[in-house]
């Protein structure tokens, strides 16, 4: 089966940076590729579908890039309001990464 | 407004049943696969079950084969998962969420509680 690698597991940034989070997949899953926010005590929430496709409503400063094994979920200047948990997806086996953990300093 | 509510969460004995029950509005319900998605505590998320908008295909985590089944009333805009011979590590808020793979948009969970 194919499995999911996030990295970092944790990632803390100042807010205006730049963040970088990397999703590696075990075999290729072409651009089946979605990436989804989860706050704390929230439902998950859909970013990024197809690899760079953002979803309806979704800022700007959020975008997806990548295909094969190697995918990028990158937020270009970073709110207060991004803290959360962030997880890859993928459509073979629906499993989802482990997720990054992103903090504000 | 596009939503599905998730319900009937609660607290069950081991190998116990529970019945989940999901409410779409706000979109064409027939038109859709829907999916389940969990999460245990303080852990990540792990997809559930699907299936297809008539109901003829059903896929299932390995996990709860035998176990859970779904299904769908397209005439009450409803999605269900029977849940029986229940496990403590089926213990999770469980989603419904709208979708084959990307799945958009979720519910606000229903919490599954395994324990004696």
């Known amino acids: 089966e194919i499995v999911l690698t996030q990295s970092p597991a944790t990632l803390s940034l100042s807010p205006g940076e730049r963040a970088t989070l990397s999703c590696r997949a075990s075999?290729?899953?072409?651009?089946?590729l979605a990436w989804y926010q989860q706050k704390p005590g929230q439902a998950p929430r859909l970013l990024i579908y197809d690899a760079s496709n953002r979803a309806a409503g979704i800022p700007a400063r959020f975008s997806g890039s990548g295909s094969g094994t190697d995918f990028t979920l990158t937020i270009s200047s970073l709110e207060p309001e991004d803290v959360a948990v962030y997880y890859c997806q993928q459509r073979s086996n629906w499993l989802f990464g482990q997720g990054t953990k992103l903090e504000i300093k | 407004e596009v939503q599905v509510v998730e319900s009937g969460g609660g607290l069950v004995q081991p190998g116990g049943s529970l019945r989940l029950s999901c409410a779409a509005s706000?979109?064409?319900?027939?038109?859709?696969?829907m999916s389940w998605v969990r999460q245990a505590p303080g852990r990540g998320l792990e997809w559930v079950a699907n299936?297809?908008?008539?109901?003829?295909?059903?896929y299932y985590v390995d996990s709860v084969k035998g176990r859970f089944t779904i299904s769908r009333d397209n005439a009450k805009n409803s999605v269900f998962l029977q849940m029986n011979s229940l496990r403590a590590e089926d213990t999770a808020v469980y989603y419904c969420?709208?979708?084959?793979?990307?799945?958009?948009?979720w519910g606000q969970g229903t919490v599954v509680t395994v324990s004696s």
């Open positions: 299936i297809k908008q008539d109901g003829s295909e059903k």
């Open positions: 706000g979109f064409s319900f027939s038109s859709y696969w």
């Open positions: 075999q290729s899953v072409s651009s089946y």
């Open positions: 969420a709208t979708g084959f793979w990307v799945f958009d948009p």
